[in-house]
């Protein structure tokens, strides 16, 4: 008994493309796709690291606000006494680096959320772009930063002398700066393999255990 084998080869030819002469070339669709070009079907959009919930961390920053209003009667901080503004710039970069680090550890927290789900290479490019825009996490540092610097800039141009202020927006700068350096993405990608459980090894023995040839 002879076996045959049939290849399917995909539609018939057309008929004008069987007529002896004909030059005319298929229309092929190449499935090919070159390295590094993104899957076909995964349209994930980025994510967005903007914490919608525990907004309640925004309500510190009215604490030195409330605190120079209830005790000095002003509410801008440009309006306070030299003698005045220190207190409230230690109470405000307080306020604004407890801000900052709540929404350091929320941004953290979903990306170690987004890592669990064991993403493709591709989407994995796209949550590393998402989690290194700060448009969420600098807008109390800078705020701070803004702050101090014009506060320095009103001394200087009023002749007095302005070396709290820049010492203390300085300082603010650096402590925001560890702050970032801390929760970034490195970091956290670092954090999460040292959380994963080594079970390579016992994957690796179970493996060799079931390819043992037992003669």
């Known amino acids: 008994m002879v076996n045959y084998n049939f290849i399917d080869t995909g539609p018939p030819v057309h008929a004008e493309q069987r007529k002896s002469g004909s030059k005319k070339l298929l229309n092929l669709t190449p499935v090919s796709k070159r390295p590094g070009s993104p899957p076909r079907y995964e349209e994930q959009s980025p994510p967005s690291f903007f914490e919608p919930g525990n907004r309640v961390r925004w309500l510190l920053l009215l604490l030195p606000f409330c605190y120079t209003a209830y005790r000095y009667n002003e509410i801008s901080p440009l309006s306070l006494s030299t003698t005045h503004f220190p207190e409230f710039y230690a109470l405000f970069s307080i306020c604004c680096a407890l801000t900052t680090y709540l929404a350091l550890q929320a941004k953290r927290r979903k990306l170690t959320n987004l890592l669990y789900t064991e993403p493709t290479a591709y989407y994995l490019e796209k949550i590393r772009r998402g989690y290194n825009k700060l448009t969420n996490t600098t807008f109390t540092s800078l705020l701070c930063i803004a702050t101090g610097i014009a506060k320095a800039i009103q001394e200087y141009i009023a ?40 079970t390579q090894g016992i994957t690796t023995t179970i493996f060799n255990l079931k390819n043992i040839n037992y003669e």
Do not use: D, R, V
């Open 159 to 198: 002749g007095n002398n302005a070396a709290f202020e820049i010492s203390s927006t300085l300082t603010a700068t650096l402590i925001f700066l560890l702050l970032y350096k801390a929760h970034s993405y490195n970091k956290c990608l670092a954090a999460h393999g040292s959380e994963q459980p080594p």
